[in-house]
Antibody
Framework: EVQLVESGGGLVQPGRSLKLSCVASGFTFSNYGMNWIRQAPGKGLEWVAYISSGSSYIYYAETVKGRFTISRDNAKNTLYLQMTSLRSEDTALYYC???????WGQGVMVTVSS | DIQMTQSPSSMSASLGDRVTITCQASQDIGNNLIWFQQKPGKSPRPMIYYATNLANGVPSRFSGSRSGSDYSLTISSLESEDMADYHCLQYKQYPLTFGSGTKLEIK
C-alpha cells in the first residue's frame, strides 16, 4: 500500500524558515517524481513544486520561486520542502503527492503568524 | 501559465439529479486533465484521468468529457456520498494549475 507521511509543520513567524518532510513507503520511491501541493484554509488547491525521480528536473510555482527548495533523498525514501522567508500567505495545509497525483499524504499544517 | 476557469463555484442538487461541473482551459492542454474529489478533512482523490478515464474504484455514475477547451465532470445520478469539493487540474505543462474548485451540496 502506498503511504506518504508528511511532517515538520507548525507555527512560524513571518520571515523565518521551516523544512517539511514526506516519508514514502509501499512503492519504489526512486522511480517516481514527487510534488508538493498546498491548500490555504477554506481555499482551493495550489501546486507548489515538482522534482523528478533523479532530481534532474525541478519546477516551482511563481509564488514560491526563490524562497522554497524541493529536494529528495532516495536512499531515505524522503521528499523535502525547505521554506524560507515565509509569509502569512504561505499559511496552508501542505500535501506531498506522488508524480501522477494518484497518491497523496494526509497533509501537514504550516501557519505563518507573529 | 495555463489558467483553469472552473464553474460553478458552488451548487446544490437533489439526490438522483444529473450534475455537471466544468473547467475551461486558457490554452490547449490536450486531454491532460484530472478531476479530484475532496471530502471535508480528507486529501484529494483522483476521479478522472486524462479528461475521460475513470480512476480505479470510482463509481460508473462519474464521467468526464471534453468539448474544445471545456472539460466537464458529470455525475449521472447524484448520491449523498458525492457531497464534496471537486477540483480540476491541468498537467499539460508546468506550473500545474488547478481550477478554483466547486463545492457540491445536497439539497
Amino acid at each position: 500500500e502506498v503511504q506518504l507521511v508528511e511532517s515538520g509543520g507548525g507555527l512560524v513567524q513571518p520571515g523565518r524558515s521551516l523544512k517539511l518532510s514526506c516519508v514514502a513507503s509501499g512503492f519504489t520511491f526512486s522511480n517516481y517524481g514527487m510534488n508538493w501541493i498546498r491548500q490555504a484554509p477554506g481555499k482551493g488547491l495550489e501546486w507548489v513544486a515538482y522534482i523528478s525521480s533523479g532530481s534532474s528536473y525541478i519546477y516551482y510555482a511563481e509564488t514560491v520561486k526563490g524562497r522554497f527548495t524541493i529536494s529528495r533523498d532516495n536512499a531515505k525514501n524522503t521528499l523535502y520542502l525547505q521554506m524560507t522567508s515565509l509569509r502569512s500567505e504561505d499559511t496552508a495545509l501542505y500535501y506531498c503527492a506522488r508524480g501522477e497525483l494518484g497518491n497523496w499524504g494526509q497533509g501537514v499544517m504550516v501557519t505563518v503568524s507573529s | 501559465d495555463i489558467q483553469m476557469t472552473q464553474s460553478p463555484s458552488s451548487m446544490s442538487a437533489s439526490l438522483g439529479d444529473r450534475v455537471t461541473i466544468t473547467c475551461q482551459a486558457s490554452q490547449d492542454i490536450g486531454n491532460n486533465l484530472i478531476w479530484f474529489q475532496q471530502k471535508p478533512g480528507k486529501s484529494p482523490r483522483p476521479m478522472i484521468y486524462y479528461a475521460t478515464n475513470l480512476a480505479n474504484g470510482v463509481p460508473s455514475r462519474f464521467s468526464g468529457s471534453r468539448s474544445g477547451s471545456d472539460y466537464s465532470l458529470t455525475i449521472s445520478s447524484l448520491e449523498s456520498e458525492d457531497m464534496a469539493d471537486y477540483h480540476c487540474l491541468q498537467y499539460k505543462q508546468y506550473p500545474l494549475t488547478f481550477g478554483s474548485g466547486t463545492k457540491l451540496e445536497i439539497k
